[in-house]
């Protein structure tokens, strides 16, 4: 399905969560490329759907491209896979009302479930035991204005907080945010370098000299497969 639009998109969304349906864009087993799983195999659920047009995203595709499908068929896809760390990612995976209950239903069977989200969206309707990894979107993205910051009361402690950083400017936002906003949060921080934009050792050097206490990440299937690989 391409809707050619956002409002297409946006219409079929809502079609398909009436149905007890999400708008899947794909699903893959790949190396697990970021948070604090990263390295481990992984089954991803991509969905269908954004609504945030960051300056540096690397799946555009996922804006619009994808197949109505049942929360079942996807459980029975997801089965033909021998691994149990499944991520739910998207575009953004919680414009889809279903998603809570697809992130249930793999819990139910046994799975570790993670998230990925754009911060954005209300993440209490998501079952406690789901991981929630929720970037914290800062100004080089053009999208830091939407921001959720209630989401921060609805944290469990195995969740992780991500800063995607484009420069310096963002290095500085995001550090006094931390100080700000995160003081006595127990969750894993991650700051990862917008690839092939901000130099890995420019955001190291960073850390290190103001003795930060998170944890820096870059994506590793990147540097496993080509960066504009699908599927990987």
Same mark, same amino acid.
């Given at each position: 399905?391409?809707?050619?639009?956002s409002?297409?998109?946006?219409?079929a969304?809502?079609?398909?969560?009436?149905? +007890?349906?999400?708008?899947?864009?794909?699903?893959?087993?790949?190396?697990?490329?970021?948070?604090s799983?990263?390295?481990?195999?992984?089954?991803?659920?991509?969905?269908?759907?954004?609504?945030?047009?960051?300056?540096?995203c690397?799946?555009?595709?996922?804006?619009?491209?994808?197949?109505? %499908?049942?929360? /079942?068929?996807?459980?029975?896809?997801?089965?033909?896979?021998?691994?149990?760390? #499944?991520? #739910?990612?998207?575009?953004?995976?919680?414009?889809?009302?279903?998603?809570?209950m697809?992130?249930? /239903?793999?819990?139910?069977? +046994?799975?570790?479930?993670?998230?990925?989200?754009s911060?954005?969206?209300?993440?209490?309707?998501?079952?406690?035991?789901?991981?929630?990894i929720? !970037?914290?979107k800062c100004?080089?993205? +053009?999208?830091?204005?939407?921001?959720?910051?209630?989401?921060?009361?609805?944290?469990?402690? @195995?969740d992780?907080?991500?800063?995607?950083?484009?420069?310096?400017?963002?290095y500085? @936002?995001a550090?006094?945010?931390?100080?700000?906003?995160? %003081?006595?949060? !127990?969750?894993?921080?991650?700051?990862?370098?917008?690839?092939?934009?901000?130099?890995? %050792?420019?955001?190291a050097?960073?850390?290190?000299?103001?003795?930060?206490?998170v944890?820096?990440q870059?994506?590793?299937?990147?540097?496993?497969?080509?960066?504009?690989?699908?599927?990987?």
């Amino acid at each position: 399905m391409e809707t050619g639009s956002s409002e297409g998109l946006t219409t079929a969304i809502k079609d398909a969560q009436i149905e +007890g349906h999400l708008i899947l864009n794909e699903i893959f087993f790949s190396i697990q490329g970021e948070s604090s799983f990263s390295g481990r195999p992984c089954v991803f659920v991509r969905l269908t759907g954004c609504d945030l047009r960051c300056t540096w995203c690397d799946t555009p595709y996922a804006f619009h491209e994808g197949k109505k %499908q049942s929360v /079942r068929s996807i459980l029975n896809a997801v089965k033909k896979y021998t691994c149990k760390l #499944i991520e #739910i990612t998207g575009g953004e995976p919680l414009l889809h009302k279903n998603t809570p209950m697809l992130a249930k /239903r793999l819990l139910e069977a +046994g799975y570790t479930v993670l998230i990925e989200t754009s911060g954005s969206q209300d993440i209490s309707v998501l079952d406690r035991k789901v991981i929630k990894i929720v !970037d914290v979107k800062c100004p080089g993205s +053009g999208e830091s204005h939407r921001n959720l910051l209630q989401n921060l009361a609805h944290l469990a402690p @195995w969740d992780e907080l991500k800063f995607v950083i484009a420069d310096e400017a963002d290095y500085r @936002w995001a550090r006094e945010f931390c100080a700000k906003e995160l %003081q006595g949060f !127990d969750q894993t921080i991650i700051f990862s370098p917008v690839f092939g934009r901000l130099p890995n %050792q420019k955001l190291a050097e960073w850390i290190l000299k103001d003795g930060l206490d998170v944890k820096m990440q870059l994506q590793m299937h990147k540097y496993i497969w080509d960066p504009n690989c699908r599927g990987v």
